[in-house]
């Protein structure tokens, strides 16, 4: 037999087949190993990273310049001094003429917390609905020399005031997960298909999280309308950045994606621990970061409904915008989707694989070898006959 080692005339076909298919289209185990130990590196890189995120921004919660208002007088004065003596200077008050004024400004989150007098004495009016955290900084502080008054308390449903917390915090893993398992079972989306899933599990989801969080806890008192914005538009903004990073980093996305919307994202929202607690580099992110703008949006419309902020609601749109133009560029520039597809702006699909060979074709027989690797006959009666009775490993064209 032309070209074939010794014994292989010996050998059943079928075996031969075997061998060539479990050799043909394998890697070398060497890449596979360091594949893997690679993946195994990033996830204890990450998975370290945002534990020691968390525990530097949420462990021990300082305050810093947190705002506070007071009413002069000479009771009110000795009050402020040992507060900011308990507290480490971590206070800033600010004058107001009159109770009410104070009041005016806890019902606008303008300060947390205000001493007002008492009779000889003085009283210290907190809102834990603007931050249960910083309400108990100031209840510490105050001691018992202080009668602390809450006027602004949580609802029974939420004491510890981490519905907001939770809310954004499902919010951005479904927007970020629900693209990687686009992009490992619907791959052949295109990009205007994928948007359109975007804003689908976005607003379906939004809608789920306020409507079921509300009847089960009953602590959404606030507007459904405002809730499920914020919550649809905390979606897209995940899905959005994953997305985008899907086009320009491929099979590493996880890295960006997780690293900016829970190391980073997550513990700067304000929403565990109020954002004046927070050290510098949380502080500054949190009016930027789009979890710090839906945490602040939900609490003010369950909470604070008479006075919501509009800063938040234009940092998220904001944020969608940028992204969108974002994707459209990666797509663009790097001429795919970010389920991997060819990108063809103006075609509503991929276009289909190009037509293969014959011999470029996979064979329908599990197992068979290409023709450089099947026994030759030097019988060109042989040479047409095949191993299996009425089938060829070649595929007519």
Not at 150 to 174: E, I, K, M, N, Q
Not at 223 to 229: I, K, M, R, Y
Not at 336 to 343: E, V
Request: hydrophobic share 45%.
């Amino acid at each position: 037999m032309r070209g074939a080692s010794p014994g292989a005339a010996d050998r059943p076909v079928d075996s031969m087949c075997a061998d060539a298919g479990s050799s043909v289209g394998s890697p070398p185990m060497s890449t596979t190993h360091r594949n893997a130990l690679i993946i195994i590196g990033i996830a204890c890189l990450v998975g370290t990273a945002f534990g020691v995120s968390f525990t530097l921004a949420l462990d021990r919660p300082k305050p810093h310049e947190v705002p506070a208002g007071i009413v002069v007088t000479p009771s009110t004065r000795q009050a402020a001094a040992d507060l900011e003596a308990h507290t480490q200077g971590g206070l800033a008050f600010r004058p107001y003429p009159t109770t009410a004024a104070v009041e005016q400004a806890l019902d606008q989150q303008l300060i947390y917390a205000g001493l007002v007098p008492s009779g000889a004495g003085a009283q210290l009016l907190v809102a834990s609905a603007a931050g249960s955290s910083v309400a108990e900084v100031f209840e510490r502080a105050a001691g018992t020399q202080i009668v602390v008054v809450d006027v602004r308390p949580l609802p029974d449903g939420d004491s510890s005031g981490l519905l907001p917390f939770y809310l954004t915090l499902a919010a951005t893993v479904t927007g970020f997960v629900t693209m990687f398992q686009l992009r490992t079972h619907a791959s052949r989306l295109s990009l205007r298909a994928w948007l359109l899933c975007v804003l689908s599990v976005a607003a379906i989801t939004g809608g789920m999280l306020a409507i079921l969080t509300g009847t089960v806890t009953g602590s959404q008192h606030g507007p459904l309308p405002v809730v499920w914005a914020a919550l649809t538009a905390m979606i897209v903004v995940a899905a959005l950045w994953a997305s985008t990073m899907q086009v320009l980093a491929g099979p590493w996305t996880f890295i960006p994606t997780f690293v900016f919307l829970m190391v980073v994202g997550i513990p700067s929202s304000g929403g565990a621990v109020a954002t004046s607690l927070l050290p510098a580099f949380y502080r500054f992110l949190a009016r930027f970061v789009p979890s710090g703008a839906a945490v602040e949006t939900i609490r003010d419309a369950l909470y604070f409904r008479d006075t919501q902020d509009a800063e938040p609601i234009a940092v998220l749109a904001a944020w969608i915008v940028c992204l969108i133009a974002a994707l459209l560029l990666a797509a663009r520039l790097r001429g795919r989707t970010p389920g991997g597809q060819p990108y063809h702006p103006g075609r509503c699909t991929p276009p289909a694989d190009p037509p293969r060979s014959c011999a470029s074709r996979p064979s329908p027989h599990r197992g068979c070898p290409s023709p450089s690797v099947m026994p030759r006959s030097t019988s060109p009666t042989k040479e047409r006959s095949s191993a299996w009775p009425g089938r060829s490993c070649r595929r007519r064209s």
